[in-house]
């Protein structure tokens, strides 16, 4: 237990770390591109992700169930893992490049921001290679590093592109999309280079296996991003403004805040339930997300109050529009912290199924609402589409929860006397 509080310890410190930076990137982009390029920029990096992850395929994943459960030969599991993303990523590079090309749904792009959104996938995926071998042997150090690194030196060159007057979206897109995996690819690589040499050695057979096990994972991540962009999507392809998307953009970024704080601790959680079961299990699980949503609803109370100073601080004036947005979004923010910890649930105890289901849900229902509501009351629309989508998420998810494991809805949602106990004293809880 000492050692896995130690880990727990350094991993929220570098989660933490990499917010901090994450939020002064927000900050610098937002000040130096304006509503118009922030909403362009936002949607090339949710594309770049889409192709990320259909490159990757939950390969990455994968390395870590078949080094620590089943105990494979390393050498053979990484190289093996280590040309089928190359294979994966090029497939995908194709599929991104064929459908910007040869569709206008997303509007024109120039050459440069292909072999931008290319250029991120195989860093990205190569990256999350390497790092799999650092979470498999639970090496938080490794794993802090080359997440913090990249993000400091990237916000380094924002910076001093900011200060330079020079910072367009050209620099913005070479900077966070080319620019930070490859950092982090190096960074990896550097740290954990007797590990990651590459050879030709490639299993066929369990090349397969690495596909089958990650399919169900890469869908489920799939259909996060799905769900957290869609709506963008649907936006540009109706409103044509790329400006109504730089607010929606900036308006999720603030009231995702609350659910990006809690990452370090959903990680620790999947670790913790992992190893219960019964009514042990039952009474855990009640206990963290009554503490969950009551933490999470006064977040949520104080960006609501704060929202009008916190976006001028943040993003700056020009994005003032936004606060109508995070008026509606932020209503859903305690829902959607709810849903990533019970999905922490399912995928702890097996239940990779449980996760499809509530997923498909909640990307389901985002785009059928985006399409109804954003045409008929613009970019307020996209953010209701957003909040009943993350409540009917919500919904599923503790549905699911309480039929198959038998959780107490008063439990989760009114006040306990272990709350209490709690914020005045969290070791004891």
């Excluded at 590459?198 to 890469?218: D, E, H, P």
Aim: net charge positive; charged share 10%.
């Amino acid at each position: 237990m000492p050692s896995l509080f130690k880990k727990g310890v350094v991993t929220s410190i570098s989660s933490y770390a990499t917010m901090g930076f994450g939020v002064v990137q927000t900050m610098i982009l937002s000040r130096g591109l304006g509503p118009e390029q922030v909403g362009e920029l936002s949607l090339i990096r949710q594309i770049a992700l889409f192709g990320a992850q259909i490159g990757s395929f939950g390969v990455p994943m994968a390395i870590v169930y078949f080094l620590n459960r089943l105990k494979m030969d390393k050498s053979m599991v990484y190289n093996t893992s280590f040309w089928t993303i190359q294979l994966l990523s090029i497939i995908s590079s194709l599929v991104i490049f064929v459908f910007l090309r040869y569709s206008s749904f997303l509007g024109n792009y120039e050459l440069w921001t292909y072999l931008a959104i290319i250029s991120f996938i195989f860093f990205s995926n190569s990256r999350s290679l390497i790092q799999s071998l650092n979470v498999a042997s639970q090496n938080v150090k490794k794993m802090s590093i080359v997440e913090i690194l990249p993000m400091a030196i990237s916000v380094l060159f924002l910076g001093l592109c900011y200060s330079f007057d020079v910072l367009d979206l050209k620099y913005a897109l070479l900077i966070t999309v080319v620019l930070w995996p490859l950092i982090g690819l190096v960074n990896a690589y550097m740290i954990n280079v007797n590990q990651a040499r590459v050879g030709l050695t490639f299993n066929f057979k369990y090349a397969i296996q690495s596909l089958r096990y990650g399919s169900v994972i890469n869908l489920s991540d799939f259909l996060i991003i799905f769900n957290g962009s869609i709506t963008l999507f649907v936006l540009q392809y109706y409103v044509k403004d790329f400006v109504s998307v730089g607010y929606m953009s900036r308006a999720i970024t603030l009231t995702t805040l609350i659910n990006t704080a809690f990452i370090s601790f959903l990680r620790i959680l999947y670790s913790h339930w992992s190893g219960l079961t019964g009514d042990e299990l039952k009474r855990s699980v009640e206990k963290i997300l009554n503490i969950l949503i009551y933490v999470s609803l006064l977040a949520t109370v104080l960006i609501l109050v704060c929202s009008k100073w916190m976006i001028i601080f943040l993003f700056g004036h020009e994005f003032l529009p936004a606060k109508a947005l995070v008026d509606v979004l932020i209503f859903g923010a305690s829902f959607y912290l709810l849903s990533k910890a019970i999905l922490k649930l399912f995928i702890s105890d097996g239940k990779g199924t449980y996760n499809l289901i509530c997923l498909a849900i909640g990307a389901s229902s985002n785009f059928l609402l985006s399409m109804v509501l954003i045409p008929k009351y613009n970019v307020l629309g996209a953010a209701y589409a957003q909040l009943i989508s993350g409540i009917l998420l919500a919904l599923s998810t503790t549905i699911l929860a309480r039929r198959k494991y038998g959780i107490s809805l008063s439990k989760v949602f009114l006040p306990q006397k272990f709350l209490f106990k709690f914020l005045k004293n969290p070791k004891n809880e």
